[in-house]
């Protein structure tokens, strides 16, 4: 376990000492405040929603069952974990706000491994009976004219048939 608190620490330090950008230093405080509890996925959704029809609606029921399955999860995670953050725990901890330096490595990465099932689970639970049902192809080809195999074969992938 000390090898992998060790390994944590060295990373977060190469991240934030060596692995810097001028660029990124601007960005990425913007794209976390934006980020914080969902509202840039909930504006994109509600965009979604308003210009897609039928369809935009359920993608984006489907992303918001998403992100309450990522939220909750991840909350449940933080409480059971609960380990001081990055600035608290390291000293000369590069902050580009008030509290970055905030996350550890493994935690982004443990993100991204609870953030895909996430999405997986929500796109099922809610496209899954869409797609089962309700997509019906009505145009048809010209006369004469046959699809190529391979537009065939996609669309028998993607909609499972």
Do not use: Q
Not at 42 to 62: D, E, M, N, Q, Y
């Amino acid at each position: 376990m000390n090898y992998l608190i060790d390994l944590n620490a060295s990373l977060f330090l190469l991240i934030n000492s060596v692995w810097t950008n001028p660029l990124l230093d601007t960005l990425m405080p913007a794209l976390s405040r934006a980020g914080n509890l969902g509202v840039i996925w909930l504006v994109l959704l509600s965009a979604v929603a308003a210009f897609g029809k039928k369809t935009g609606r359920r993608i984006a029921v489907a992303g918001v069952v998403a992100l309450a399955i990522g939220f909750v999860s991840s909350e449940l995670i933080k409480d059971l974990t609960m380990r001081p953050r990055p600035f608290v725990t390291l000293e000369e901890v590069r902050l580009l706000v008030s509290d970055v330096g905030v996350h550890w490595p493994m935690d982004v990465a443990a993100c991204i491994v609870l953030g895909l099932p996430s999405g997986w689970a929500g796109a099922r639970l809610i496209l899954g009976r869409w797609k089962r049902g309700a997509v019906k192809w009505t145009a048809k080809e010209p006369e004469g004219v046959e699809a190529a195999p391979e537009v065939e074969y996609v669309f028998r992938e993607v909609l499972g048939r």
